[in-house]
């Protein structure tokens, strides 16, 4: 049997690295998509290559259209068997009234439109068996307040693409399944100006710590694998319990 076939969108740091290191371990070749960190890209394929995956790294900004294009070019479609569709960012944190008309088109741009239109492009290339799994956030579900209103909006999109495209999807044989994490340690605090935010939440947590990438991955490799083949249309929380 061939090797599974896995493209990540924004997968080559935080936890898009981790779920390709992890599926790198369990025997997937992958396609990685980034936009800036050529660096991280590099490094990450190097990490991939030495953990026995083929590996692709491919820039690729998931909010154009010759973005999406170019990245599922890089997929044999001949042996793409999963998407992740985990590209994201939050920007800026504060209240909704003092948060910048631009930031919020560019997160729901990124978070919302862009995910929507990779989710579209990833059943029409997959194959029957094939896995779409969506990256959305617990702040779908508390609204995040004085924070992110504007990316748990969007994040409250990805969450009804994952039940209504799962429904779709299955006439096909396609299983879409969303993975939202609560707050983990990734760049992502920072770049919305906030580095602080996991030692904050980790305080207030009933686990008394933030989450690791890693314990995403781990989520995602099972959404992937025959185990979750009946959990279509389920958005599996990874907030430890918070
Ligand atoms: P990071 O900031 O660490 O990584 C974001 C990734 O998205 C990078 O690989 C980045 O690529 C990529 N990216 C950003 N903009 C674009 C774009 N326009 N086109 C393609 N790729 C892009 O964030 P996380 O790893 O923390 O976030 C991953 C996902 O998890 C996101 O969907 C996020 O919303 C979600 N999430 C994260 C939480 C957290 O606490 N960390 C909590 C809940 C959900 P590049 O390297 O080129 O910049």
């Known amino acids: 049997m061939s090797r599974p076939l ?3 969108t924004g997968g080559t740091r935080g936890i898009g690295a981790a779920i390709a ?7 997937h070749d992958l396609v990685l998509g980034f936009t800036r960190d050529e660096g991280a890209a590099a490094r990450t394929r190097a990490e991939m290559e030495d953990l026995g995956a083929r590996c692709r790294v491919v820039r690729a900004d998931v909010t154009t259209d010759a973005g999406i294009d170019t990245l599922f070019a890089a997929a044999d479609p001949a042996r793409l068997t999963g ?9 800026h944190i504060g209240p909704l009234v003092d948060t910048p008309v631009e930031v919020i088109r560019t997160v729901i741009d990124l978070n919302l439109t862009a995910a929507v239109l990779v989710a579209r492009r990833a059943v029409s290339q ?12 617990g702040a779908a ?5 004085g924070e992110y209103v504007h990316y748990a909006a969007a994040k409250a999109g990805v969450d009804a693409l994952t039940k209504g495209l ?6 096909r ?8 994490p609560g707050t983990i340690e990734t760049d992502i605090h920072a770049d919305a100006g906030d580095p602080g935010r996991p030692a904050r939440v980790a305080a207030a947590h009933p686990l008394g710590r933030a989450g690791r990438p890693e314990e995403v991955a781990g989520v995602v490799a099972f959404a992937l694998s025959p185990d979750a083949s009946y959990a279509a249309g389920a958005t599996i929380r990874v907030t430890g319990g918070r």
């Open 6 to 8: 896995t493209l990540i």
């Open 21 to 27: 290191r992890r599926l790198a371990s369990d025997g």
């Open 83 to 91: 998407v992740v569709n985990n590209a994201g960012a939050t920007l």
């Open 126 to 137: 997959l194959p029957e068996d094939g896995v779409l799994v969506n990256i959305s956030s």
């Open 141 to 145: 579900t508390t609204g995040s307040p």
């Open 166 to 171: 799962a429904i779709e999807a299955a006439a």
């Open 173 to 180: 044989g396609i299983r879409v399944i969303g993975v939202a």
